[in-house]
């Protein structure tokens, strides 16, 4: 909500100040642009320690499997 209310009073701003409607465009394009690549970084840093604890948790549970396959190959029931 804060990024639409940005971008509605940067477009009056610049109606006020006489660009003119095609500037106006471009500039709030940018700035629609700008203020979306920073809204996802913001998020990707928010959500960062979520982000790791799956990864490690994935990083286990393979790791986990590996051992077992591992064993179950050194296995002498297995064998024929």
Not at 24 to 34: H, S, W, Y
């Amino acid at each position: 909500m804060f990024e639409f209310l940005f971008l509605l009073t940067f477009a009056l701003v610049l109606v006020f100040t006489g660009v003119s409607i095609i500037g106006m465009m471009i500039a709030v394009a940018a700035g629609f642009a700008i203020m979306a690549v920073v809204g996802m970084l913001g998020l990707v840093i928010k959500l960062l320690p979520w982000i790791l604890l799956i990864a490690v948790v994935i990083w286990l549970v393979r790791d986990n499997k590996e051992v077992q396959n591992y064993k179950e190959r050194l296995s002498r029931s297995r064998r024929y």
